[in-house]
Each structure stands twice: as C-alpha cells, then as structure tokens.
T-cell receptor
Framework: SQQGEEDPQALSIQEGENATMNCSYK?????LQWYRQNSGRGLVHLIL?????REKHSGRLRVTLDTSKKSSSLLITASRAADTASYFC???????????FGQGTRLTINP | DGGITQSPKYLFRKEGQNVTLSCEQN?????MYWYRQDPGQGLRLIYY???????QKGDIAEGYSVSREKKESFPLTVTSAQKNPTAFYLC????????????FGSGTRLTVV
C-alpha cells in the first residue's frame, strides 16, 4: 500500500541551486518524515514534521506540511555535490503502526 | 556507539534454499522492521515487531518468516517459497511511543544464483 508519492521522480540541478521535492499522501497522519539514501546504503532520517506543524527547518533543509492538501515539500538550499542521493518521504498514518514510504526522488547535484 | 547492524552485506542464494538475514540493534528500541527495496523503487514492508515474541505481517510477507526472541534481534528468513528474492533488504528500528524517526541498518543485498 503506497501512501506517499514523490514528485519529481528525478531532479538534476547545478551546485549552489535550491532543490525542491514534493510528497503527496492519502490518509490522515500523525507525522511525515523525510529520509535520504545514498546509493547502496541504508536510509538516514532527516526531519520529522508533526500534523499540527506547518513548517520546520534543520540546517539547509526546510520542510512544509499542508494537511488540507495532504502534501509536503522538502527544500534543500544551496545544494552541494554531497547532497546527491535519493530522498524519500514516509507517512505515519493515524490508523497504522508503521511508516509507509514513497517511491523517492533521485536528486543529482552537478558540480 | 549505538546503532543497528545488518549482516551479511552481500548474500547469494541458490534456487530452493532458505537464507537468513541478521539484524541486531543496541539502541534499546522496542520496534523493529524489515523492508524490501527493488532497484529504483521505494521500500515495501515485509514484517514488523513492536515487542518481543510478537510480530505482524507487512504488505509483502509471503515467502518470508521472522522471529523476535530477543529485543535486540530480528532475523529475517527468505524461504524457497519467495519466487523473486533478489533485492536489497533493509532493517530498521524505532521507539514505539511518540513520534520518532527510524534508524536503518546499512542493508543486505541478496542475489539468487
């Protein structure tokens, strides 16, 4: 059961530019989380935003959540080559006991 | 340092064989999870466990089995009934109460030969 859908599936930008990824979901949630995965590695937790929050920041990351539209966005500012990775959103649905992950956005930062 | 360890990193399985993937955590997390990831795809939940001696099926449990005899350990067996087992397997753990992120292991890549 796919809860989160990321858009775009792939994104390629120049170093120093901002990268924006979007996530849409279907059911009511407790929170939404973003993860990063470098090629062939496990996922790393980036940020969690609760359903009663609208925006959250962590370093160069900015996450927004619009529960009325059931959508979230992840903004990475001043991108670096090391930001090249796949980014996944995951939803903690109210009726569920586990996270459900989207398909991911593959981000490439060109030097 | 606390963390979650998966072994082996690479595993090769012959047709008809059962293989077991190890997952151990020293984070004192109650909940543990197994996900499968196919190339270019997202994660699909195989099994999860919130307490010792209890576990639930995820979305793709057929052909897999698990046990949770210790809080620290959640091994996954890929049985011969799993017809397409070649994939990247990820184990994760989390605190159950409250809103927290998951901690992931580094994964096991299983290939059928």
């Amino acid at each position: 059961s796919q809860q989160g859908e990321e858009d775009p599936q792939a994104l390629s930008i120049q170093e120093g530019e901002n990268a924006t990824m979007n996530c849409s979901y279907k059911t009511s949630i407790n929170n939404l989380q973003w993860y990063r995965q470098n090629s062939g590695r496990g996922l790393v937790h980036l940020i969690l935003i609760r359903s009663n929050e609208r925006e959250k920041h962590s370093g160069r990351l900015r996450v927004t959540l619009d529960t009325s539209k059931k959508s979230s966005s992840l903004l990475i500012t001043a991108s670096r080559a090391a930001d090249t990775a796949s980014y996944f959103c995951a939803t903690d649905a109210i009726i569920a006991q586990k996270l459900v992950f989207g398909q991911g956005t593959r981000l490439t930062i060109n030097p | 340092d606390g963390g979650i360890t998966q072994s082996p990193k690479y595993l090769f399985r012959k047709e008809g064989q059962n293989v077991t993937l190890s997952c151990e955590q020293n984070l004192n997390h109650d909940a543990m999870y197994w996900y499968r990831q196919d190339p270019g795809q997202g994660l699909r939940l195989i099994y999860y466990s919130q307490i010792v001696n209890d576990f639930q099926k995820g979305d793709i449990a057929e052909g897999y089995s698990v046990s949770r005899e210790k809080k620290e350990s959640f091994p996954l067996t890929v049985t011969s009934a799993q017809k397409n087992p070649t994939a990247f397997y990820l184990c994760a753990s989390s605190i159950v109460q409250g809103s927290y992120g998951y901690t992931f292991g580094s994964g096991t890549r299983l290939t059928v030969v």
